[in-house]
């Protein structure tokens, strides 16, 4: 079984996020952070990420960020103008890894409603047995959404692989007990993947491919 990231992993999303969150913050009448913070938090839940990025505001103010960030997104994707494109190669990956019998599933920090959008524009919906999301569990990288992915595929930890762009991907992962292998595609380094327990990290699909035969030929 592979379990994906979304954002970062599967797609290619942090123009639209640091967008959001610099519009909510202006509108909340603060002073947007950084994109490159914004870039290191994608992959936490939404609430999460703005409590890191802003750790001084108080409950309601981090709640009025958190829903101008809501809004202004939905509002781009209504809009049309969301651009969430799909890496290089990870369209066929995924076909691969299905046909030849893979169980897949995502565990994502995205919502319910963003996650659904993002697959069907990308005609990838179907591929996957189990989607997990914020809107559901705690935030990475508390092993919540990935241990229920597991449990809805019928698969057990040493069964399965998490594979994800960021740290909080790999802290999950080992919090679950599932092997993890990073892509050095995304928003952390690959020093801080395998830092955080990555078993290897890809530089391109082509590679992950290979890593995850070479992790399923000896299991650990």
Do not use: N
């Amino acid at each position: 079984m592979a379990v994906f990231d979304c954002d970062g992993t599967l797609v290619d999303g942090q123009a639209d996020v640091c967008w959001a969150m610099e519009r909510a913050f202006i509108r909340a009448g603060l002073l947007p952070p950084e994109p490159a913070l914004v870039r290191r938090m994608v992959g936490l839940s939404l609430t999460v990420a703005v409590r890191e990025l802003a750790p001084g505001l108080d409950e309601g103010k981090a709640r009025e960020v958190t829903e101008f960030y809501k809004s202004s997104f939905r509002a781009r994707r209504e809009e049309g103008l969301l651009d969430e494109p799909l890496f290089d190669g990870i369209a066929e990956l995924l076909a691969r890894l299905h046909e030849a019998g893979w169980s897949l599933a995502v565990a994502t920090g995205k919502s319910d409603r963003g996650l659904a959008a993002c697959l069907a524009v990308h005609g990838i919906a179907d591929l996957f047995v189990s989607l997990q999301t914020a809107d559901r569990h705690p935030s990475k990288p508390h092993p919540a959404m990935l241990e229920a992915a597991l449990f809805e595929a019928g698969a057990q930890p040493e069964e399965a692989v998490m594979i994800g762009d960021t740290s909080f991907d790999m802290q999950m992962a080992a919090a679950a007990r599932v092997p993890a292998i990073g892509v050095a595609w995304g928003y952390h380094d690959a020093s801080e993947l395998l830092a955080t327990g990555a078993r290897g990290v890809a530089g391109t699909a082509a590679e992950l491919a290979e890593l995850l035969a070479e992790l399923l030929e000896r299991p650990s």
